[in-house]
């Protein structure tokens, strides 16, 4: 299953990346981390390694580890900006059966 950007996420990743100057993506991973397992693992990607998944939504790449794929499968990124202080990336993520409140951990069946 893929990896999905919304028009607003990937809108958000070209700004940052014309900003930074330099980039080819947006690395989507995870670690262990929180009070419900896994927090999800947001970076620029310059290059894809051969143990990378690249996917392409809205002209953006979204590049994932192979070790991470079945954590992430079927996960759409969203940007949300509610007001200036309240803005960032919203994971839908199909894997998680528990999330802390705050959206920053998950946890996986």
């Keep these: 299953m893929a990896i ?11 700004k940052m990346l014309a900003k930074r100057g330099s980039g080819i993506g947006l690395r989507l991973g995870v670690k262990k981390y929180g009070c419900n397992g896994f927090g999800y693992v947001v970076d620029y990607a310059d290059t894809v390694e051969d143990n990378e998944q690249v996917f392409t939504n809205h002209q953006v790449q979204v590049i994932v580890n192979n070790d991470h794929l079945a954590l992430l499968a079927g996960t759409e990124v969203d940007y949300i900006r509610e007001n200036a202080l309240n803005e960032g990336f919203e994971f839908r993520n199909p894997n998680a059966v528990n999330s802390c409140g705050c959206g920053e951990s998950f946890n996986v069946k």
Aim: glycine residues 0%; hydrophobic residues 45%; proline residues 0%.
């Design 4 to 14: 999905t950007l919304t028009k607003a996420a990937a809108s958000h990743v070209q």
